[in-house]
């Protein structure tokens, strides 16, 4: 056998590319209110406050007319994009054409951004007719030194339900994978039979994911200060996300860039905190 035989062999790569660890989809879209289709840079959303009913106190007395409030919110929408090239001559290197498991890298990329913007805007100051509103701080939970107890989750569900908010509107609440490990260590100190204790070591399990009302999202996006990280719980109706343009994308040839081949991702969105009374913010210390 000749021995320059191996100068005929090609070096072989996997067939298939595996994905890192990664969030795929966006967790909290489902969770608010989507308003699609918008066109232009901003859009209005129209909210209409409580009123107060008088008493009649004689018959065919003239009709009092109430001064319904009107507001208003802001979405301010925003381009972002994912893109990569792919070297026709790298394919060939490679025996194995990346581009497809690169564009999807791109829409997850994208779908990320998505709860980026919709965790950013649940804290940030929303814009109104006139300005804008900061977050409420009566609706702000201390961390008093420790993580997610039982006793902030019960303080959170007091707060919502004190503002009239409706126990028919699905709840949520956005945490870490630390605060459920916090619940872990809070169910050892309960009485095995009371009904806190078999709900929280089922939720830690994962063989539920509501307490208190409020249906869990896990989410290691949440912005963090020091060793505080920010958790919110809040209702459908707290947040609205806009969406100009969902992810859309493309895979072109670029001749300019040597053949190239360009995988291209992006999308136009925003997001506003409707109503402060319907979120609220959980500081909890984090060790890690």
């Known amino acids: ?44 959303i129209e909210r209409i406050g ?4 008088y008493q009649l106190t004689s018959r065919h007395a003239d009709t ?68 804008t509103t900061v977050f409420k701080s009566g609706n702000k939970i201390a ?51 009371s009904a806190d204790y078999n709900t929280v070591r089922a939720l830690v399990a994962g063989e539920i994911d509501t307490y208190l009302g409020f249906k869990f999202i896990r989410s290691e996006r949440l912005p963090k200060a020091s060793t505080v990280r920010s958790c919110y719980a809040f209702t459908r109706n707290a947040m609205t996300l806009g969406i100009g343009k969902d992810i859309t994308t493309s895979i072109d040839v670029l001749p300019t860039k040597n053949q190239s081949v360009q995988v291209y991702a992006r999308m136009s969105l925003g997001a506003v905190r409707m109503e402060e009374e319907r979120i609220v913010q959980i500081d909890c210390v984090e060790t890690a």
């Open 1 to 44: 056998m000749s021995f320059q035989v191996t100068e005929a062999f090609v070096e072989q790569y996997s067939a298939n590319f595996m994905t890192l660890a990664q969030q795929k989809e966006s967790r909290l879209e489902m969770c608010v209110n989507v308003e699609s289709g918008i066109v232009g840079a901003s859009k209005a």
């Open 50 to 53: 409580a009123a107060d009913a």
């Open 64 to 131: 009092t007319y109430v001064d319904t409030p009107h507001s208003r919110r802001w979405l301010d929408l925003y381009d972002y994009a994912w893109s990569d090239l792919v070297d026709e001559m790298d394919k060939i290197k490679m025996l194995i054409d990346p581009t497809s498991p690169y564009l999807q890298a791109g829409v997850m990329a994208l779908n990320r951004k998505k709860d980026d913007v919709i965790i950013a805007a649940m804290g940030a100051a929303a814009r109104t007719g006139s300005g």
């Open 143 to 193: 961390n008093g030194g420790n993580g997610m107890t039982v006793a902030k989750l019960i303080a959170t569900k007091q707060l919502l339900d004190e503002a009239e908010v409706g126990e028919d509107e699905p709840r949520f609440i956005v945490t870490t994978s630390e605060q459920i490990s916090n619940l872990l260590s809070i169910s050892s100190g309960l009485m095995p039979s």
